[in-house]
């Protein structure tokens, strides 16, 4: 039983995964989402939502490659795939909001 993907499909999780994160994250942040005129330092209950927005995005985007259904030929359930996805993009966003922290 896998853990996690094959290393070429874990990395496009990963790669996909930041990149969404990113764009959802530069959308909310020209969106004014933001307290104190911090865009990056989203709200908690924000920074949930763009967390279920990335995780559902991604998912997406690997179904239409076809990547979900061949992982699940693998052994790796689209639940798996998806709490990796979300694990990448908690980090990226924990990490975001200590750096603009520690800035301030």
């Known amino acids: 039983m896998r853990l996690f993907p094959p290393q070429p499909f874990l990395g496009d999780v990963v790669r996909t995964t930041l990149v969404i994160w990113v764009g959802f994250h530069f959308a909310f942040a020209v969106g004014g989402g933001g307290p104190e005129g911090s865009a990056l330092a989203l709200p908690p209950v924000v920074a949930g939502v763009l967390l279920a927005l990335v995780v559902g995005a991604s998912h997406l985007d690997r ?42």
Request: glycine share 10%; charged share 10%.
């Open 63 to 104: 179904s239409a490659r076809g990547v979900t259904l061949f992982l699940a030929n693998l052994g790796l359930s689209t639940a798996k795939v998806s709490l990796l996805a979300l694990a990448v993009a908690g980090l990226a966003e924990m990490g975001l909001q200590i750096v603009v922290r520690l800035l301030k």
